[in-house]
């Protein structure tokens, strides 16, 4: 079907609505964003002598909704003036537009009669074949279509994103009962590659996979909290990062989310699922219902598991619930043999495994949890999907866990924790017990290079589908791809002569394991291969360099030793950027100071479009100095056009280090002049390996010639020079920087004007290295520097002083 979508009308302009309309926006689509007529004016319009049939009032709805959305914080775009892509208008005037939109998504409040309504309308003007979906959390799609013409219904389909849309990856799509498949595959096409989603196709079950599987899991989960006696910050450090989660883990996710929200989705499954077999576990247990009935919600009243408390002299103070007397108290600080015995282990899965065996409260309740939610979900195939990959695949895309339910399960063994879960009187499906019975011990498995899922109805593995054009580093290594491998990275043969490096320290700093990586990297690729890949899987691309060496060292002023560790980190960004094959850098999520130097000196960077990258070395008390500085002074020159107002183009990227600004998007990084015009940016994070492959093969057939370094930067020396220090001085006079900012500020200029040259000069990227490895190792014998370093290793926050 050749089907594209140029316009997006979106009906309904609340939270949801106007997240989606931003969300279209960020990926280049013109959106139509439509609301009811206000029912009455405002005093202030009263005040104005404005009538009802003014526009501004008549819009006056979706113009504060779209206004709100982008205020929002994070924020709903990628950049600010994306917001241009969206017009708004009402239902009253502007609903014939329609005709000429190529999709329709209705985002109303979740009444059918409402939405019924609104599709009577919506008929009178839609084109025959244009998409017409609705998002929404649970309304049957039989209902919602009734009375509908064949053409609408064909065409007709539910499409859930998950709030908020620009940064949770699922989107459930729900037939009707006469869509056409084929408007069902481009949906699950489109919302994969354009909109960067986890598309998961759903039965018209209620509550579909995600909510019905997650929201079962925290009220199931609330009812063993309440047994065990569990503490709020207890079950929050239990169900965070540690096994997988949102860092916001239950109780503050139930907070942010809204108490009522949950509980208003538990009470509608509880009414429409008599046959559940765990039906009584959607009931609320006391520790939610004294809430919800308190009216106490979480962030939006106010109060709920936590509460801020504002002091007169501007003090805050968080408080936790005492689940027991419903008073707040000061927040704990829990402590868990099982979590303490854990801290060494940095892989989840064998952590989670750790964890559920432990012999204490902790590892309990673990068990009590899982095995629990375990047994559901074998009883949910095939009522509300017939392969288990896809509630795994929901789950993680919606509620942000990084293993799903039969994902888990695999880990701690399907045999081994099925007798144990009966011993404890939780008894899963049949099928289970028969694929076990059939000599099947796992769920997935990796085959030939495919990761394929136990398949039901027919007893055997079945490939995944959809997953085909993804690079998933993980099956590699089952697929036993890996060629070369140290404590701190990985390099892996992706397919077609290209090879992938891979980072899996902490955070993914870049200490000398990760620098011997790219040294051993690029000389592979150069020996016998296309080109190569760095990108990985983790949480974040790279937090930056390993600070822990460079404490030490300054700690004992061995400054030979730390000339010496810099060199070779400028040696190895400046290798990437002049070996003879490309290199393309894949960076996601956080890619600072380090990991940023890195991606600036490859061939090609293939960004997620979820991307925090900045230089912020200052907030350590020193200056970029792995060719970050030296990289962007270089890319001042090179973008000077004549006419251009130098100093002003040198300034914002002077700030931009000096101020330790990181990008909010990828989009907002290119404005930063992180990413150039020519680097590209992936919407789905499982397309970015594969993406940064095909770009490494496209530059080498276009036949890749190894670049020269550059001897004519052209730097200002002391003009530049001048216009840094009234600047800095200014500053300090306005108590915006200390001393020592200013001090760092300096070192930095004086990289970035080339020293106090006397007029304009052109220099080489090797003198630039020099002047930056000069400013950063100064830097190190600073006291102030050395206090910055340790409140980052030491306390996990940066310190001013």
Same mark, same amino acid.
Request: aromatic share 10%; net charge negative.
């Given at each position: 079907?050749?089907?594209?979508?140029?316009?997006?009308?979106?009906?309904?302009?609340?939270?949801?609505?106007?997240?989606?309309?931003?969300?279209?926006?960020?990926?280049?689509?013109?959106?139509?964003?439509?609301?009811?007529?206000?029912?009455?004016?405002?005093?202030?319009?009263?005040?104005?002598?404005?009538?009802?049939?003014?526009?501004?009032?008549?819009?006056?709805?979706?113009?504060?909704?779209?206004?709100?959305?982008?205020?929002?914080?994070?924020?709903?775009?990628?950049?600010?003036?994306?917001?241009?892509?969206?017009?708004?208008?009402?239902?009253?005037?502007?609903?014939?537009?329609?005709?000429?939109?190529?999709?329709?998504?209705?985002?109303?409040?979740?009444?059918?009669?409402?939405?019924?309504?609104?599709?009577?309308?919506?008929?009178?003007?839609?084109?025959?074949?244009?998409?017409?979906?609705?998002?929404?959390?649970?309304?049957?799609?039989?209902?919602?279509?009734?009375?509908?013409?064949?053409?609408?219904?064909?065409?007709?389909?539910?499409?859930?994103?998950?709030?908020?849309?620009?940064?949770?990856?699922?989107?459930?799509?729900?037939?009707?009962?006469?869509?056409?498949?084929?408007?069902?595959?481009?949906?699950?096409?489109?919302?994969?590659?354009?909109?960067?989603?986890?598309?998961?196709?759903?039965?018209?079950?209620?509550?579909?996979?995600?909510?019905?599987?997650?929201?079962?899991?925290?009220?199931?989960?609330?009812?063993?909290?309440?047994?065990?006696?569990?503490?709020?910050?207890?079950?929050?450090?239990?169900?965070?990062?540690?096994?997988?989660?949102?860092?916001?883990?239950?109780?503050?996710?139930?907070?942010?989310?809204?108490?009522?929200?949950?509980?208003?989705?538990?009470?509608?499954?509880?009414?429409?699922?008599?046959?559940?077999?765990?039906?009584?576990?959607?009931?609320?247990?006391?520790?939610?219902?004294?809430?919800?009935?308190?009216?106490?919600?979480?962030?939006?009243?106010?109060?709920?598991?936590?509460?801020?408390?504002?002091?007169?002299?501007?003090?805050?103070?968080?408080?936790?619930?005492?689940?027991?007397?419903?008073?707040?108290?000061?927040?704990?600080?829990?402590?868990?043999?099982?979590?303490?015995?854990?801290? *060494?282990?940095?892989?989840?899965?064998?952590?989670?495994?750790?964890?559920?065996?432990?012999?204490?409260?902790?590892?309990?309740?673990?068990?009590?949890?899982?095995?629990?939610?375990?047994?559901?979900?074998?009883?949910?195939?095939?009522?509300?999907?017939?392969?288990?990959?896809?509630?795994?695949?929901?789950?993680?895309?919606?509620?942000?866990?990084?293993?799903?339910?039969?994902?888990?399960?695999?880990?701690?063994?399907?045999?081994?924790?099925?007798?144990?879960?009966?011993?404890?009187?939780?008894?899963?499906?049949?099928?289970?017990?028969?694929?076990?019975?059939?000599?099947?011990?796992?769920?997935?498995?990796?085959?030939?290079?495919?990761?394929?899922?136990?398949?039901?109805?027919?007893?055997?593995?079945?490939?995944?589908?959809?997953? *085909?054009?993804?690079?998933?580093?993980?099956?590699?290594?089952?697929?036993?791809?890996?060629?070369?491998?140290?404590?701190?990275?990985?390099?892996?043969?992706?397919?077609?002569?290209?090879?992938?490096?891979?980072?899996?320290?902490?955070?993914?700093?870049?200490?000398?394991?990760?620098?011997?990586?790219?040294?051993?990297?690029?000389?592979?690729?150069?020996?016998?291969?296309?080109?190569?890949?760095?990108?990985?899987?983790?949480?974040?691309?790279?937090?930056?360099?390993?600070?822990?060496?460079?404490?030490?060292?300054?700690?004992?002023?061995?400054?030979?030793?730390?000339?010496?560790?810099?060199?070779?980190?400028?040696?190895?960004?400046?290798?990437?950027?002049?070996?003879?094959?490309?290199?393309?850098?894949?960076?996601?999520?956080?890619?600072?100071?380090?990991?940023?130097?890195?991606?600036?000196?490859?061939?090609?960077?293939?960004?997620?479009?979820?991307?925090?990258?900045?230089?912020?070395?200052?907030?350590?008390?020193?200056?970029?100095?792995?060719?970050?500085?030296?990289?962007?002074?270089?890319?001042?020159?090179?973008?000077?056009?004549?006419?251009?107002?130098?100093?002003?183009?040198?300034?914002?990227?002077?700030?931009?280090?000096?101020?330790?600004?990181?990008?909010?998007?990828?989009?907002?990084?290119?404005?930063?002049?992180?990413?150039?015009?020519?680097?590209?940016?992936?919407?789905?994070?499982?397309?970015?390996?594969?993406?940064?492959?095909?770009?490494?093969?496209?530059?080498?057939?276009?036949?890749?010639?190894?670049?020269?370094?550059?001897?004519?930067?052209?730097?200002?020396?002391?003009?530049?020079?001048?216009?840094?220090?009234?600047?800095?001085?200014?500053?300090?006079?306005?108590?915006?920087?200390?001393?020592?900012?200013?001090?760092?500020?300096?070192?930095?200029?004086?990289?970035?004007?080339?020293?106090?040259?006397?007029?304009?000069?052109?220099?080489?990227?090797?003198?630039?290295?020099?002047?930056?490895?000069?400013?950063?190792?100064?830097?190190?014998?600073?006291?102030?520097?050395?206090?910055?370093?340790?409140?980052?290793?030491?306390?996990?926050?940066?310190?001013?002083?």
């Amino acid at each position: 079907m050749n089907r594209t979508i140029k316009k997006v009308a979106v009906l309904g302009s609340g939270v949801m609505g106007s997240r989606i309309a931003c969300h279209f926006a960020n990926i280049g689509v013109q959106v139509l964003l439509l609301d009811i007529v206000p029912f009455e004016l405002t005093e202030d319009e009263q005040k104005k002598g404005l009538t009802k049939e003014h526009p501004a009032v008549k819009n006056r709805i979706v113009t504060a909704a779209l206004q709100n959305t982008l205020k929002s914080n994070p924020s709903a775009i990628y950049d600010k003036s994306f917001a241009s892509r969206i017009t708004t208008g009402n239902f009253d005037d502007d609903l014939p537009k329609i005709k000429d939109y190529d999709w329709v998504i209705e985002v109303v409040v979740e009444r059918l009669d409402i939405k019924q309504q609104l599709f009577e309308k919506v008929e009178k003007y839609r084109k025959p074949g244009t998409l017409i979906t609705s998002n929404t959390s649970g309304i049957p799609m039989h209902l919602m279509c009734e009375g509908r013409s064949e053409n609408f219904q064909a065409h007709f389909a539910g499409t859930h994103f998950f709030n908020p849309p620009r940064y949770l990856r699922l989107l459930e799509i729900i037939p009707g009962p006469k869509s056409n498949p084929e408007i069902i595959d481009f949906l699950m096409d489109y919302g994969d590659r354009y909109l960067g989603k986890e598309t998961v196709l759903c039965k018209d079950t209620p509550a579909f996979i995600a909510n019905r599987i997650g929201v079962y899991a925290i009220i199931s989960g609330m009812h063993a909290i309440e047994k065990a006696g569990f503490g709020v910050s207890e079950v929050d450090k239990l169900t965070g990062p540690v096994i997988g989660r949102a860092k916001s883990a239950t109780f503050r996710t139930m907070d942010v989310v809204g108490l009522d929200t949950t509980v208003n989705v538990a009470n509608n499954l509880y009414k429409a699922l008599p046959n559940d077999e765990s039906r009584e576990k959607f009931k609320l247990p006391k520790i939610v219902e004294v809430l919800y009935n308190n009216k106490w919600f979480g962030d939006k009243t106010g109060q709920g598991y936590f509460k801020m408390i504002r002091h007169k002299d501007g003090r805050k103070e968080l408080k936790e619930l005492d689940l027991t007397t419903f008073e707040y108290k000061d927040v704990e600080k829990p402590k868990f043999k099982a979590l303490e015995a854990s801290k *060494e282990i940095d892989d989840l899965k064998k952590r989670i495994k750790f964890l559920v065996n432990f012999e204490d409260r902790a590892g309990e309740f673990y068990r009590a949890s899982f095995y629990d939610l375990f047994k559901y979900c074998s009883y949910r195939i095939p009522e509300i999907s017939d392969e288990l990959y896809r509630i795994d695949q929901a789950v993680c895309a919606g509620f942000g866990w990084e293993l799903g339910p039969f994902e888990t399960w695999d880990i701690l063994g399907v045999k081994e924790t099925l007798e144990k879960m009966e011993a404890a009187g939780e008894t899963a499906a049949s099928w289970v017990h028969e694929m076990l019975a059939a000599g099947h011990d796992s769920f997935y498995k990796v085959e030939g290079g495919k990761r394929k899922y136990y398949d039901i109805p027919s007893k055997s593995y079945l490939e995944i589908p959809g997953i *085909e054009d993804f690079i998933i580093l993980d099956t590699l290594k089952s697929a036993g791809k890996k060629v070369w491998g140290n404590a701190g990275s990985t390099i892996y043969d992706m397919g077609d002569e290209v090879i992938g490096l891979e980072f899996h320290t902490k955070m993914n700093s870049m200490g000398a394991e990760v620098i011997e990586g790219i040294n051993t990297a690029i000389g592979m690729a150069e020996k016998s291969y296309k080109g190569l890949v760095i990108g990985n899987e983790g949480g974040n691309f790279s937090a930056g360099a390993n600070l822990a060496m460079l404490f030490m060292f300054a700690g004992d002023q061995e400054f030979d030793e730390i000339n010496l560790m810099i060199a070779q980190f400028q040696n190895t960004m400046m290798r990437a950027r002049y070996s003879s094959v490309p290199v393309v850098v894949a960076p996601h999520n956080m890619a600072l100071g380090g990991g940023c130097e890195l991606s600036l000196h490859a061939d090609h960077i293939q960004a997620h479009a979820e991307l925090y990258m900045g230089l912020v070395e200052v907030g350590v008390g020193l200056i970029p100095a792995g060719g970050g500085t030296k990289e962007m002074t270089r890319r001042f020159a090179n973008g000077v056009i004549a006419g251009d107002v130098e100093l002003n183009q040198l300034q914002e990227y002077f700030m931009n280090i000096a101020t330790a600004k990181v990008s909010t998007s990828a989009e907002e990084a290119r404005g930063l002049g992180y990413l150039r015009t020519q680097d590209g940016i992936s919407l789905n994070r499982k397309r970015q390996l594969a993406d940064a492959k095909a770009k490494v093969m496209s530059l080498s057939d276009l036949g890749y010639t190894q670049p020269m370094q550059q001897t004519n930067i052209k730097v200002l020396g002391k003009t530049s020079l001048a216009l840094f220090e009234a600047g800095i001085t200014g500053m300090i006079y306005g108590n915006y920087i200390s001393e020592h900012d200013a001090k760092i500020a300096r070192k930095l200029a004086w990289v970035m004007s080339g020293g106090d040259l006397s007029s304009p000069t052109e220099v080489s990227e090797q003198y630039l290295l020099d002047l930056e490895r000069e400013a950063f190792l100064s830097l190190t014998g600073e006291q102030k520097t050395l206090e910055r370093i340790h409140s980052i290793l030491f306390k996990g926050k940066p310190l001013r002083n």
